[in-house]
């Protein structure tokens, strides 16, 4: 199995940048897709980019294209996220994912909060 461990939340003023790190350890040789979900309070956890194994496919919910990029580094075994431009409605806590396949159920880490103010 993988374990994940998020990093990088905190508070940041709206229009600026947080940078949010997934550091995996165990079976990290599997060909896992990595992503990012956040979820607030009382709402279904939303999908918010997904990076193929290879780091050649990147996919972003509508809500943050342009603004967030997810990158990975499968020497370190880490998956980030750099989100500009940030706004309220950001706010959620981040998880962290990783899926070896369509088929498979996802391992999740603990979340990191992230809070942007106005």
């Known amino acids: 199995q993988v374990q994940l461990v998020e990093s990088g939340g905190g508070l940041v003023q709206a229009g600026g940048s947080l940078r949010l790190s997934c550091a995996a350890s165990?079976?990290?040789?599997?060909?896992?897709?990595m992503g990012w979900h956040r979820q607030v309070p009382g709402k279904e956890r939303e999908f918010v980019a997904r990076?193929?194994?290879?780091?050649?496919?990147?996919y972003y919910a509508d809500s943050v294209k342009g603004r967030f990029t997810i990158s990975r580094d499968n020497a370190n075994n880490t998956v980030d996220l750099l989100m500009n431009s940030l706004n309220p409605e950001d706010t959620a806590n981040y998880y962290c994912?990783?899926?070896?396949?369509?088929?498979?159920?996802?391992?999740w880490g603990q979340g990191t909060q992230v809070t942007v103010s106005s």
């Open positions: 994912a990783a899926r070896q396949s369509v088929y498979s159920l996802p391992y």
């Open positions: 165990g079976r990290t040789f599997s060909p896992y897709d």
């Open positions: 990076i193929s194994w290879s780091g050649g496919s990147t």
